[in-house]
């Protein structure tokens, strides 16, 4: 029995009980996105061979006049090689990516079970100012170029030693907290450049923007890798980090930390429904703290060219192209050699003292955050098979609840009473004492 909840369910197709097919049989409910995070940043990265493209979104909160970004980047980086996008575009993928909440509807036990499907239908969807203060040279810093880009006003720069970048960051604008020496020092031994960025705001008025657009970098380099360090020197707190990159070949995982798949697939009870993002936030706080806050989680890997189910439509060629997928074919068609990974981490200074080295792998098996909604029959026929999915429900539902319970650490017994509300009524065993206590009456 399948109903139709929303018109992003139109993409779901009915499946047959019993059915053989790989494809998912029942609808798409809910997403958690990235907004259920508070101090979350995105960023996409496309890679192949050497060359990346880094796109980069932030949820600065603030007067716009404050805002200033420091990047470590390995290259000289000219004017071409930087480019403004849309928020839209992030916005997508991160919808397109994000985990989700499905839901299956039991059939009638009395009805004879259908012949199974020998295939499935593909759910492919459509779809510049130099230096003031001291002077650069006097500190031992180089202001290589300057450029406006949008709204935005760019500088890349060089240095010999971190005191002296600090002082020219300081004198120009960019508040360095304390602690950033020994990081940039890091940086500067290591031979790279800094991209800085603050917002011109005659610029931004001209061009008629009230809020800040990610800004773009192209480059060369034999290091697949994501600098993070910088941002966890004036951080109030862990941070929320979501990584999605675009590769030919497979997924990307991380080298120097943990890659950890996040539970998914499990059955949870109905009441899910109204609280799928307390739930999800409960779920990978309780995942984060059983590793320490020292891995990376696994949200979603799949070829763009199609998903199963779809929490929005795959990006088209020219939104990959956009962020820098280069390698993709704008011609009309859906793309097929593009392979979104969604990784989710939650970070600072002590628990993650390095950048996240990345790497790409061979490994194209499907992988998303998916939890999903069991609604029982309800019907009121009567048959031996009817009375057995009737007596084996209780147990069901407790296993359920028993899921929720350790994926949320929320409480059994508030658990088991809101099923017991919302009609899903668990097994009396395990509830108190022991289950031995309940199965004899005398």
């Known amino acids: 029995m399948i109903r139709l909840l929303t018109a992003l369910a139109a993409m779901a197709f009915v499946c047959l009980a019993g059915s053989s097919a790989m494809a998912f049989c029942g609808f798409y409910v809910a997403s958690a996105g990235t907004s259920l995070f508070n101090q979350a940043s995105k ?111 760019i500088q890349i720069l060089s240095a010999t030693e971190s005191g002296g970048l600090a002082t020219w960051l300081t004198q120009n604008g960019y508040r360095i907290p304390d602690g950033a020496g020994p990081v940039l020092e890091s940086y500067l031994r290591q031979g790279v450049r800094f991209f800085v960025a603050k917002v011109n705001l005659q610029e931004q008025a001209r061009l008629g923007y009230s809020y800040l657009r990610p800004l773009q970098v192209a480059y060369e380099t034999d290091r697949f890798m994501l600098p993070i360090r910088l941002g966890t020197v004036n951080a109030n707190g862990p941070q929320e980090l979501f990584l999605f990159t675009l590769t030919e070949n497979g997924r990307v995982e991380t080298t120097n930390y943990r890659t950890v798949r996040l539970p998914t697939g499990q059955s949870i009870p109905l009441f899910v429904e109204d609280d799928f993002a307390d739930f999800y936030t409960a779920m990978f706080d309780r995942q984060v703290a059983q590793t320490g806050m020292r891995a990376v989680f696994l949200e979603y890997a799949w070829d763009m060219a199609w998903c199963d189910p779809c929490a929005a439509d795959p990006l088209s060629p020219s939104q990959l192209r956009e962020l820098g997928a280069f390698w993709v074919r704008d011609d009309g068609t859906q793309a097929r050699n593009a392979f979104v990974t969604r990784l989710h981490v939650r970070y600072d200074a002590a628990t993650f003292p390095e950048d996240l080295m990345l790497q790409e792998t061979g490994d194209r098996e499907n992988f998303q955050g998916r939890y999903v909604l069991n609604h029982p029959w309800t019907g009121s026929a009567d048959c031996p098979a009817a009375e057995d999915y009737r007596a084996a429900l209780p147990q069901r539902f407790e296993a359920e609840a028993q899921a929720l319970a350790s994926l949320t650490g929320w409480d059994i017994a508030d658990i088991r009473d809101r099923m017991t509300e919302g009609g899903q009524s668990p097994a009396d065993f395990g509830a108190d004492g022991d289950w031995w206590e309940r199965l004899w009456d005398d």
């Open 43 to 153: 960023v996409v990265l496309a890679r192949s061979g050497d060359r990346t493209v880094i796109t980069m979104a932030n949820d600065f909160q603030g007067d716009v006049d404050e805002f200033a970004v420091v990047i470590p980047v390995p290259t000289f980086i000219e004017r071409e090689q930087i480019h403004v996008t849309e928020n839209a575009i992030v916005d997508h993928l991160d919808a397109y990516t994000a985990p989700r909440l499905v839901e299956y509807f039991d059939r009638d036990p009395c009805e004879p079970i259908p012949v199974p499907m020998t295939s499935a239908p593909d759910l492919v969807g459509a779809a510049g100012e130099v230096a003031r203060g001291a002077g650069a040279a006097a500190l031992g810093v180089t202001v290589e170029a300057s450029y406006t880009v949008g709204e935005y006003d």
